[in-house]
Nanobody, 123 residues
């Protein structure tokens, strides 16, 4: 069992920034951030493999604004979110998987999920 603990959500105005953190109880192969807005499906935001030669993946809607990073020493994943827009409002979930099977932004690839943290961007 792997536990994921998220923190860092909150409310900001358009153009503001937030940093999300996700602490994992142990190392996994890939970690990701998903979000789910009210009435919409869960969508992949960004992902990162946790091996030494890590690869990163981003949704087109956040490229250039969000940055995913990790601290491998303590198994913590981060999401720096800049230039936030109202359409970024959602519950953000941390996810972890033990392998890479399929697409990085498919929820089915991840076996472990955090409880979610609310991000609200007001205009």
């Amino acid at each position: 069992e792997i536990k994921l603990l998220e923190s860092g959500g909150g409310s900001v105005q358009t153009g503001g920034s937030l940093r999300l953190s996700c602490a994992a109880s142990r190392r996994t192969y890939i970690m990701a951030w998903f979000r789910q807005a009210q009435g919409k499906e869960r969508e992949g935001v960004a992902a990162m493999t946790t091996v030494s030669s890590s690869s990163t993946y981003y949704a087109d809607s956040v490229k250039g604004r969000f940055t995913i990073s990790q601290d491998r020493a303590d198994n913590t994943l981060y999401l720096q979110m800049n230039s936030l827009k109202p359409e970024d409002t959602a519950i953000y979930y941390c996810a972890a998987g033990l392998g890479y099977r399929g697409r990085w932004n498919s929820p089915d690839m991840y076996s472990y999920w955090g409880q979610g943290t609310q991000v609200t961007v007001s205009s």
